[in-house]
Each structure stands twice: as structure tokens, then as C-alpha cells.
């Protein structure tokens, strides 16, 4: 592992972290969005995870243009919870964020959110809305963002944020071994210590395409954030949610019969359960259509 363009002078007020693994296709395009932002004081540390495209290349032209860019090499490659770990080791700013290669931030999207963090001294955490794109960059539509006390039922924080650095330090930064839902894991740790802002400005731009990491592994992926919900369902929570939570994650399972789910609200509270048999049927008949077609 390797750094680059290190220097000496004053911190910067944020962080910005870019973890990328041949990411070539949009990297020059996401690091242009940092750069171009209104608010000036700040670094983009450039996690380049091993990539064997062309992205070295380009993250070198952007160290050379703009001080302001950092990069950390890593030797392997350690996926994506690993590697921004690696580049918040690397951060010097009071404020800490991230964003992917393939996606953009508006040009005053850090402006807005340092502004409401400082309006809220007593807030960690400032998240905001965001539009959806295609691969082709055609608008999908906004996503509206929060509230974080119905993020038990959902990840609703969404991919724009920023939040103080000693969120990164309590929480000991994202878990490699939950690739695919290190983010949720994360806010859900968070929301447990932390306060959160809402903010519902529109500051970002999410890339939604074959190869996003939410459209692969779906399976996996909805097992693991099964996994972590229920590991932060507190014991105080009332025995209806707890149900109707448990039932949800069973119903997004596309190509699994959580029926151990099913049961288990079942137990905790079944009036939840039976309002949706209607949508469990449903739900049994696409899981052995997926099934089959596989």
C-alpha cells in the first residue's frame, strides 16, 4: 500500500473518500464533481482498490492538476468496506464522506451540508435527497430521503451524506466482511448513538445500472441485511414493529422462502402477519418463478 501527494499543510475542513476498482468507465466524470464543488476546502482521497483498467491513469492526471487530491494504492484487492477504511485512515478533515466512481455530487452539495452541520452543532450526521440516473445518464426520478426513525424498515439514508469524524472513529468505520450492505450497516450502528438532519434538497446524483453492486448478489445481499437488522432491533422496540419488520425483510427476499422470518414475526405478533397474507401469497408464487427461471 502506498500514499501520494501527501503534504504538510493545514487540514481541511472534509474528507472526501473515492474508493475505485476499474472503474475507468465514469471515474474522470465523479472526480470532476468533487473538484468542481463551491465549497473549496477539502480533500478527495482516491482509494485506488487494485484496478487493472484504466483508472490509475486517471487518478494520476487528477493528482497532478488539483493539490487537493490524495491517493492511497492498495496492493490487493480488499472490496469496497475495506477500502474506505483504508482512505478514512488516510483523512485529515473534521468532516468525513464518500462517494463512488460512478456517481456525481452537484456543484453545491458539500456547501449545503457543512452549512447545516454547523447549523446543527448538536447533529453528527446531515443527509440529503438525490435523483436516480441510468447508465446513459437519462433521470430515473428523485429519491426523497429519511426518515432515520423508520430506518429499521429500510436503508433510507441514501448515497448523500456527511457526517463528523467522530462518527468514523466511534464506530470503527464500515465492516469488510458486509460487502453490499456496509452502508446500511453503518447508519444503523450510527442511529443507535448518533443524532441525524434530514435535509430534502436534491445534491446528488446515484448511477443505477447492471453493474452496481445493488443489482448483483441479490441474494446474499438480502440475507446480510436481514442479519443486521435484526441484530439492531432493540429490545424496547414494540412487539407490532418488530413484527412488521420481520415481515418485511422476508417479503424482499426474491429468490428465497424466508419462512424463518415469516415465522418469527409470526410469534412475536401475529396480526401484522395476517393482514398480509394476501401479499405472502404473492410473494411465494414470484420467489418459485424466480426459482425456476434460474
Not at 469496497?80 to 485512515?89: M, R, V
Not at 452549512?115 to 440529503?128: Q, S
Not at 415481515?247 to 428465497?256: E, V
Request: charged residues 20%.
Amino acid at each position: 500500500m502506498g500514499t501520494e501527494a501527501l503534504d504538510s499543510t493545514a487540514s481541511p475542513r472534509v474528507s472526501m473518500v473515492m474508493p475505485v476498482h476499474n472503474g475507468a468507465r465514469w471515474l474522470a466524470d465523479a472526480i470532476e464533481s468533487v473538484l468542481a464543488q463551491d465549497f473549496t476546502d477539502f480533500e478527495l482521497i482516491l482509494v485506488d482498490d487494485a484496478s487493472t483498467d484504466a483508472s490509475p491513469a486517471i487518478m494520476a492526471d487528477a493528482a497532478a492538476r488539483d493539490a487537493r487530491v490524495r491517493r492511497v494504492r492498495l496492493d490487493a484487492n480488499v472490496g469496497l468496506p475495506a477500502a474506505l477504511n483504508h482512505g478514512f485512515a488516510a483523512a485529515r478533515g473534521s468532516l468525513h464522506s464518500w462517494t463512488s466512481d460512478d456517481n456525481l455530487l452537484r456543484p453545491h452539495m458539500l456547501t449545503r451540508l457543512v452549512a447545516t452541520l454547523d447549523a446543527h452543532p448538536r447533529a453528527d450526521i446531515v443527509h440529503a435527497d438525490f435523483t436516480l440516473i441510468d447508465d446513459m445518464g437519462a433521470e430515473l426520478g428523485l429519491s426523497r430521503v429519511g426518515p432515520v426513525e423508520r430506518l429499521l424498515y429500510g436503508n433510507n439514508i441514501g448515497a448523500c451524506f456527511l457526517y463528523r469524524a467522530h462518527v468514523t472513529e466511534a464506530l470503527g468505520g464500515y465492516d469488510p466482511h458486509l460487502f453490499g450492505v456496509e452502508d446500511y450497516d453503518f447508519w444503523l450502528r450510527a442511529a443507535q448513538r448518533f443524532t441525524f438532519v434530514t435535509l430534502h434538497e436534491d445534491l446528488y446524483v446515484y448511477r443505477k445500472h447492471g453493474g452496481s453492486l445493488t443489482s448483483q448478489r441479490a441474494d446474499h445481499i438480502q440475507a446480510l441485511t436481514a442479519e443486521i437488522v435484526e441484530r439492531a432491533l432493540p429490545a424496547t422496540l414494540p412487539a407490532r414493529s418488530r413484527s412488521e419488520i420481520l415481515l418485511g425483510l422476508a417479503l424482499r427476499s426474491q429468490r428465497r422462502w424466508r419462512l424463518d422470518l415469516v415465522g418469527r414475526a409470526l410469534r412475536v405478533h401475529p396480526a401484522p402477519v395476517i393482514a398480509r397474507l394476501p401479499a405472502l401469497a404473492r410473494w411465494s408464487l414470484v420467489v418459485a418463478r424466480n426459482r425456476l427461471a434460474t
